[in-house]
Structure formats: C-alpha cells, structure tokens
C-alpha cells in the first residue's frame, strides 16, 4: 500500500520560512513527477509547483523567486522551501505523486496534507 506522509507546516510570521517535505512508502516500482498543491479557505486546491523525476520545475506565478521544490529519488521524497513566505501563502499543503507499483499499474497519490499559516 502505497503512502505519502507530508511534514514540516506550522506558523510563520511573514517574511520567515518553511521547508515541507513528503516521503512516499510501500512498494513503488518508479515516481514520475511529483507536485505540492495547497488549499486555502474557501479557494480551490492550487497547483503550487511540479517536478519531474528528472528534475524539471515548474512554479506558479506567485510563488516564483520565493519557493523552490527538489526531490530526492533515492529516498522517494519531495520538498518544498518556502522563503519570503506572505499571509496569502496560508493554505493545506497536499504533495501528490504519479507512480507505478510492481505490475505496472499506475496512480496518482495525495498525501493528507499539512497546514501553513503565516500571520502578519
């Protein structure tokens, strides 16, 4: 059974920073690209950046210059570091990933979310 568990939200005051991070775990035969999405009160889930399992990035408009994603292949893990981060940055941060297991069969997995508030 495949699993992504996101740590690292919490409050900030504006200007601060957070690094989030998502491990996935089971059996995973390969993860192709992964993303951060957030959520805020009453707003549709937000697609905040992307990467491929080769290490292209992409990034929303509002979040470019101030958050960068990486991803560590080896250990199935996502990041998120968020810099420079600003109160309409408060949000449910969700990491998804498309992957396969063994056999072939692919999915696309979300993780339970995490929970960023950057205060005034």
């Known amino acids: 059974q495949v699993q992504l568990v996101e740590s690292g939200g919490g409050l900030v005051q504006a200007g601060g920073s957070l690094r989030l991070s998502c491990a996935a775990s089971?059996?995973?035969?390969?993860?192709?690209?992964m993303k951060w999405y957030r959520q805020a009160p009453g707003k549709q889930r937000e697609l905040v950046a992307t990467?491929?399992?080769?290490?292209?990035?992409t990034y929303t408009d509002s979040v470019k210059g101030r958050f960068t994603i990486s991803r560590d292949n080896a250990k199935n893990t996502v990041s998120l570091q968020m810099n420079s981060l600003k109160p309409e940055d408060t949000a449910v941060y969700y990491c998804?990933?498309?992957?396969?297991?063994?056999?072939?069969?692919?999915?696309?997995?979300w993780g339970q979310g995490t929970q960023v508030t950057v205060s005034v």
């Open positions: 089971g059996i995973i035969f390969r993860i192709y690209t």
């Open positions: 998804n990933a498309a992957l396969a297991i063994p056999g072939g069969v692919r999915g696309d997995y």
């Open positions: 990467i491929a399992s080769g290490g292209y990035t």
